[in-house]
C-alpha cells in the first residue's frame, strides 16, 4: 500500500529543517527536504529573527516535498523555539521584525514585574520557571518603553502560529506555544487574564487557544501554486519545539523522564497534571503543556549554547572545529579541571563564551582552562553534574521514581556527554532519536489523521523506527566525589 506522507517544518535556536515523515503503517522513515542556518539579525534596534528569510526557507522545503512526493503529502506541522512573538495590526500586518529572546530589552524587567505582582503569585498562576526573556517579561519591556508597535497591535502570534497564519491566512494560538509565555494559567488551561491585566498587557492580543491536531487550515492558494502542492492541510501540532521533541520520546512509561537536547538541555517528567507547589517552586520547575493535554514538568538548563558559542567564538578567531573535533579534544584532558555553572546568568547572552568560561574560572579560584579541549570539557562535565542536580529533584514529583533517562533531539548524538551524563546520574542513558523533535512534530499529524489514536502508540512506532543507544554508567565514585564541590559553585 501507499506510504503515508507527513511533512514537519522543525525550527530551533541554531539551525531549522523541513523533513518529510513516510509512514508505512509500522515504521517512520524521516528524508530531510531543506536544512538552513538560523542566523541572528543584529540591527540597530536589538537582536531580532529573520522571519521572513526563514518563511522563504520553508517554502524551498514544500517545492522540494511536491517535486519528491507530488500530491502525495498530507499535512504539514511548524514547531519552533518557545517565548518569541510578533505583533500584528488589524489587518494582519506585521509590526516589525520580531525580538530574539536573547535580547537585553528584559534586563530588569522581572524585577519590575514582581514590584507590580509578588514572583510567588506570578508562579502560582501559570507555573512557570522565572527565566528573563519569558514572553510576559518581553511584552512588559515594550510596555515600559511605549511601544508604537504594542498600542497598534490587534494580534500576538507566537513564531509557529505566525508561520502558520503566512502559510493559511489563519490566525491562532496553539496551547505548547501559549504555554511558553508565563501568560498562560495551566489550571484554569487559559490565559490568565488577571496577571495580563495586572502587568498592564492589552488583553485584546489574547485569543482563543487551540489545541495539538487542530486544522488551522489549507495552503493559501497563491502558495499552492509557488510550491506545486496542489493541496496540504496545515495542522497545529505541539508548536513549541521541546512539546513536540517529548512527545517523541521512545518510552512506554506513565512518566518517563527525558532530556531534550540541543541549544538548551530541557529535563523533566512528563505528568498528567501540572504541580505548583511551594516545593516546585523553590526548586524553579516549569508546567509547560504538551501534547495530547499530558504536562511538561521541566527545567531549562543552559545546554549546547555553551558549546556552539564557544565554537562560533574560536571560528571568528580562524580555528574551525567540528561537533567531533570538540569531543576528540575534550576527551583528552584530565577529568574535572575545572568547572562551571551553566546557568550563570552571564552565559545566557551570545559572545565571548570562551572568555567568560575563564572569568568564572578565575573567579572562583579554580584551574582556568586555557585550550579548547580544556574549555569543552569543563563544558561536559559542568553540564552533566547540573543534570545530575536536576535528575535528583525528580523523585520528589512522581510516584514511578526514573530508572533511566532519556537523551532526544540532536544533542544526543554527542557520546562523550551521554557517558558523562549516564555517570553523573549513576543511571542508565538511552540515546534517541536524534529529530525527536521533527517525529513528535509528525505524531501529532497522524493522530490528526487518525492513523493512530493515541501518544504511546506513536511513541511505540518512534521506538520501532530509530536506533536508541544505551550508556550504562561507569566511574560514579569519581563523579560523586565532585557534586559537592560543583553545588558549591551555583550559589
Ligand atoms: C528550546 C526552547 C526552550 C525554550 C527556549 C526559548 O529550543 O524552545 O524550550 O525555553 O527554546
Avoid at 506510504?3 to 515523515?21: P, Q, T
Avoid at 522563504?56 to 498530507?74: M, S, T, V
Avoid at 545566557?348 to 582552562?369: H, L, N, S, W, Y
Avoid at 493512530?452 to 518512534?462: C, P, S
Wanted: charged share 25%; aromatic share 8%; net charge negative.
Amino acid at each position: 500500500s501507499e506510504k503515508k506522507i507527513y511533512l514537519a517544518v522543525d525550527l530551533g535556536g541554531g539551525s531549522g529543517r523541513v523533513l518529510a515523515g513516510e509512514f508505512d503503517g509500522q515504521r517512520i522513515e524521516l528524508h530531510e527536504l531543506n536544512r538552513f542556518e538560523n542566523r541572528p539579525l543584529e540591527l540597530p534596534d536589538g537582536r531580532h529573527w529573520n522571519l521572513t528569510g526563514i518563511y522563504l526557507d520553508i517554502l524551498d522545503g514544500l517545492k522540494a516535498a511536491a517535486k519528491k512526493y507530488g500530491k502525495q503529502p498530507i499535512s504539514v506541522g511548524i514547531d519552533t523555539w518557545g517565548v518569541d512573538y510578533s505583533l500584528l495590526d488589524k489587518d494582519g500586518h506585521l509590526l516589525g521584525l520580531p525580538f530574539q529572546y536573547r535580547d537585553p530589552r528584559t534586563d530588569g524587567m522581572m524585577d519590575k514585574a514582581f514590584s507590580i505582582i509578588p514572583k510567588k503569585e506570578v508562579y502560582e498562576a501559570t507555573g512557570i520557571q522565572f527565566m528573563a526573556f519569558n514572553s510576559a517579561f518581553q511584552l512588559l519591556s515594550e510596555v515600559e518603553r511605549n511601544s508604537p508597535a504594542l498600542a497598534a497591535a490587534e494580534d500576538i502570534l507566537f513564531t509557529p502560529d505566525l508561520l502558520g497564519y503566512w502559510l493559511t491566512g489563519n490566525k491562532t494560538h496553539e496551547r505548547s506555544i501559549a504555554s511558553t509565555s508565563q501568560l498562560y494559567n495551566p489550571n484554569t488551561e487559559n490565559w490568565d487574564y488577571s496577571l495580563i491585566e495586572r502587568l498592564g498587557l492589552p488583553k485584546r492580543l489574547f485569543k482563543e487557544i487551540s489545541d495539538a491536531g487542530d486544522t488551522l487550515g489549507e495552503l493559501r492558494p497563491g502558495l499552492k501554486q509557488h510550491t506545486g502542492l496542489k493541496k496540504l492541510k496545515v495542522i497545529t501540532v505541539g508548536g513549541h519545539d521541546t512539546a513536540s521533541a517529548v512527545a517523541a520520546v521512545p518510552s512506554q512509561k506513565a512518566t518517563p523522564a527525558y532530556l531534550s537536547s540541543g541549544t538548551w538541555s530541557l529535563m523533566g517528567l512528563e505528568l498528567p497534571k501540572p504541580i505548583i507547589s511551594e516545593q516546585s517552586f523553590q526548586d524553579a520547575f516549569t508546567n509547560e503543556i504538551g501534547v495530547n493535554g499530558s504536562v511538561r514538568f521541566l527545567k531549562n538548563i543552559c545546554g549546547l549554547w555553551l558549546i556552539q558559542e564557544s565554537r562560533r567564538y574560536w571560528l571568528d578567531h580562524g580555528h574551525d572545529y567540528s561537533y567531533a573535533d570538540m569531543a576528540g579534544l575534550a576527551s583528552k584532558v584530565e577529568p574535572f579541571r575545572s568547572l562551571v555553572d551553566p546557568d550563570d546568568p552571564r552565559f545566557t547572552e551570545a559572545g565571548r563564551m570562551p572568555e567568560k568560561i575563564q572569568d568564572f574560572c578565575r573567579e572562583t579560584k579554580q584551574q582556568v582552562p586555557e585550550t579548547p579541549g580544556e574549555t569543552i570539557r569543563c563544558i561536559y562535565e559542568s553540564l552533566a553534574l547540573r543534570y545530575a542536580e536536576v535528575w535528583a529533584k525528580l523523585p520528589n514529583y512522581t510516584d514511578e521514581a526514573p530508572d533511566c533517562l532519556h537523551i532526544v533531539g540532536g544533542g544526543c548524538q554527542d557520546k562523550l556527554l551521554n557517558q558523562f551524563t549516564a555517570n553523573a546520574l549513576g543511571t542508565k542513558v538511552l540515546a534517541g532519536p536524534v529529530e525527536a523533535t521533527g517525529l513528535g512534530n509528525i505524531i501529532a499529524q497522524m493522530m490528526a489523521d487518525g492513523v493512530i489514536t493515541t501518544l504511546a502508540e506513536g511513541r511505540k512506532i518512534v521506538a520501532n523506527s530509530f536506533p536508541i543507544t544505551t550508556y550504562e554508567p561507569t566511574d560514579t565514585a569519581a563523579w560523586d566525589a565532585v557534586k559537592e564541590r560543583f553545588a558549591q559553585l551555583s550559589s
